[in-house]
């Protein structure tokens, strides 16, 4: 037998968070690490120990900007389509700018340059084609492969003396190696994602 009495009201579900600001600290962190790459390639191409030791700095700032905005996008619900565009763009900025740099100076083969960058705009590219079928999520190997990337050029751009060189050309080649293997799979999972949006 029931008391008749009403039974609980089920609560509605809480409304979603609105939408995120273009005008938040992580964009302005972003645009900052883009405005830091043209002063970061001026530094670099002075090509002293003092001017060397302002720009390994100036990029030491830029990558910490690329942390700290991507932590705080996710923390605070400020992800916004703008972020998700100038972030990729800063990043491939400051590294594309770096490497570019140090091959005119004559301190890293061309080769490896493009090679590097030939994957990084490739992958980006790849990612806004096969945006229609899904999202390529960022993998452990690509976190890798920044860190492996920023690690080597960051010890390129140090005034290091010779007997230091060759822990430079280690991290340039793992970082190499990674970007390129990365990057195949990054290929592979964009023709499965497209493979299975088709039903094929």
């Not at 509605?12 to 900052?32: D, G, H, K, R």
């Not at 790459?37 to 100036?58: C, G, Q």
């Not at 990054?186 to 088709?198: E, H, I, N, P, V």
């Amino acid at each position: 037998m029931t008391s008749g009495a009403p039974g609980p009201v089920a609560e509605p579900p809480p409304p979603p968070p609105p939408p995120a600001s273009l005008y938040n600290i992580a964009n302005l962190l972003t645009m900052v690490r883009i405005l830091l790459v043209p002063l970061f390639v001026w530094l670099l191409l002075k090509d002293t120990t003092a001017w060397r030791l302002a720009a390994f700095a100036v990029f030491a700032v830029a990558s910490v900007t690329d942390k700290i905005d991507g932590d705080l996008a996710r923390k605070r619900n400020l992800v916004t389509d703008f972020g998700k565009i100038a972030d990729p763009i800063a990043d491939k900025a400051l590294t594309g700018a770096a490497l570019i740099a140090l091959s005119v100076l004559g301190q890293l083969w061309w080769w490896v340059t493009i090679a590097i960058l030939v994957r990084e705009i490739g992958i980006t590219l790849l990612r806004f084609v096969v945006i229609r079928y899904g999202v390529i999520p960022a993998s452990k190997g690509g976190k890798l492969k920044t860190t492996l990337q920023i690690l080597a050029i960051g010890l390129y751009i140090l005034p290091l003396p010779g007997f230091v060189q060759p822990v430079a050309w280690a991290a340039m080649a793992a970082a190499l190696i990674v970007t390129v293997v990365t990057g195949v799979d990054y290929l592979f999972q964009a023709w499965r994602l497209r493979r299975s949006a088709l039903g094929r």
